[in-house]
């Protein structure tokens, strides 16, 4: 029923679009026109990100998923901002299938204070925060993936005061489930920022989160957890004219189902070095490392990135990765996805 529910309102967007776009090019053949539409785009926006691309593997394994075709995002996000401070938004994603992402209301007191409930994105490391059209590369960060939620359903705060910046949360703790233990999961994440010039920006943060969270996967991908688990991190990120720099730490303590008399250790790094060759195009490298503690293995990855803007809405990334596990031979593979964001 839900896939039917998501469905619906991915074809009533795409018609306010259409209807949307009908009155722009009205308002351009007769600008004295009224257009009552355009009169609540405070109120209802509409943003889209599309994401198609091929996954390669150079040994023909299923490295990355092997070789295949893949539709990555069809994402349909409505939001607007109401009378008093209100504001909303309602965010799905039809690729590879119907799912809910953000379905939260909030209140904007000021640029310091802004309270928001629902289903959102908790804002704790550097690596997750970006939208998938706004990521450096195709896949995000290992150790995000191990051990960070990309979705939660509770109450959060968010403001800034100069240069410095707070994200704070009470969640379910089991992404978007009902609440399973009557124990919640809190997240926080401090973040200062130094702006030297236009074009020259140093940034800076502490994330930390706490819960038990029983019954749910770590992360993306990681391994289910019996109980506690406690994750605490630092990300530094410096964009320096035409140069990027940025990296993430990352440590989690997890009571998993794997592991009954004691904590696991999941910790690990990425390092991200850029560099804008043309005004449209940044070239790449990410090296990254992650380990568990009881199981004892350390596994390292490396990926060269070619980012093209082709205009503000077009855009072609391309990856190639290479893995190297501590056990087990390399492996080696591309990814390439052109999407479209507005």
Known sequence: MSKYILSTFFIL????????QSELVAQEKDPEKEIGFLSQSDAFRINFLGQAGLRYSLKNDQFQGGRTFEAMNARLSFRGRLESGFYYRLFFDMAPEPRLLDAFVGYHFDDKFRLAVGAMKPLQTLDYIPNPGRMYF?????????????????ISAVGESGSWKYFVGVFNGNKLSLNNNNKFYGIGRLQYSLDVSEDRKIQLAVSSSHGNSEG????????ELRGKRQIYGTDLKIEWGRWLLAGEYLMGELETIDITDRKERISGYYLVGGYEILENTLLLSRWQSWAYREADFRDHQFTFGLNHHFNSTVMLRFNFDAFFPEEGSEQYGTSTVLQIQF
């Open 216 to 223: 749910t996967i770590s992360g993306s991908f990681g391994p």
């Open 13 to 20: 967007g795409i018609i306010g679009f259409v209807l949307f």
């Open 138 to 154: 195709v896949d995000r960060a290992q150790i995000t993936g191990l051990l960070v939620q990309s979705r939660e359903i509770g």
